[in-house]
T-cell receptor, first 110, second 112 residues
Framework: QKEVEQNSGPLSVPEGAIASLNCTYS??????FFWYRQYSGKSPELIMS????GDKEDGRFTAQLNKASQYVSLLIRDSQPSDSATYLC??????????FGAGTTVTVRA | DTAVSQTPKYLVTQMGNDKSIKCEQN?????MYWYKQDSKKFLKIMFS???????INETVPNRFSPKSPDKAHLNLHINSLELGDSAVYFC???????????FGNGTRLTVT
């Protein structure tokens, strides 16, 4: 399986701060990149998708993609206790497989 | 109005038994998947079907057999269950290509 690596957690941030999550991938021909949020005991939920280099913002979330560096990140601004979850980076290529990283657990301290 | 639904939610069984998990999606997607999430939360693809055709078959013991009667349904049958099969199994669906997956709620399988 193609490698997708995420920064090891857990990541603890105070409420209102920015949480920064990083992900690198090994397959240079990867074309689609996703961030999923997974609460304990629940299924992964899509929060961001990005396909081209640069930044994409959606509310308090910003995804950043740099294909040359094979790097994708997620910023969570104004972190809330409800953002406490495991965040999964997923990378897709032409072989129809979506490969997932091991996840980074984020805890937002009130 | 559930998008991807799978049953059962919990499955507790003994070693050596055979069990099935069912999945249905009403999103109109043409591709469905089975993923396994182990205790360390790592999600690994097992199988994928596109319009009832098997397109991804990862290195999975042949005790696991998927079946897709139509593009809205994908089932997973597991023979001779082993302790190591204990995990959460997620069904997902998407349009074929670089589209995001939509996951079902998962089936937590415990083999004793």
């Amino acid at each position: 399986q193609k490698e997708v690596e995420q920064n090891s957690g857990p990541l603890s941030v105070p409420e209102g701060a920015i949480a920064s999550l990083n992900c690198t991938y090994s397959d240079r021909v990867s074309q689609s990149f996703f961030w999923y949020r997974q609460y304990s005991g629940k299924s992964p939920e899509l929060i961001m998708s990005i396909y081209s280099n640069g930044d994409k913002e959606d509310g308090r979330f910003t995804a950043q993609l740099n294909k040359a560096s094979q790097y994708v990140s997620l910023l969570i601004r104004d972190s809330q206790p409800s953002d406490s979850a495991t965040y999964l980076c997923a990378v897709g290529s032409n072989d129809y497989k979506l490969s997932f990283g091991a996840g980074t657990t984020v805890t937002v301290r009130a | 109005d559930t998008a991807v639904s799978q049953t059962p939610k919990y499955l507790v069984t003994q070693m050596g038994n055979d069990k099935s998990i069912k999945c249905e999606q009403n999103l109109g997607h043409d591709t469905m998947y089975w993923y396994k999430q182990d205790s360390k939360k790592f999600l690994k693809i097992m199988f994928s079907y596109n319009n009832k055709e098997l397109i991804i078959n990862e290195t999975v013991p042949n005790r696991f057999s998927p079946k897709s009667p139509d593009k809205a349904h994908l089932n997973l049958h597991i023979n001779s269950l082993e302790l190591g099969d204990s995990a959460v199994y997620f069904c997902a669906s998407s349009h074929l290509g670089n589209s995001p997956l939509h996951f079902g709620n998962g089936t937590r399988l415990t083999v004793t």
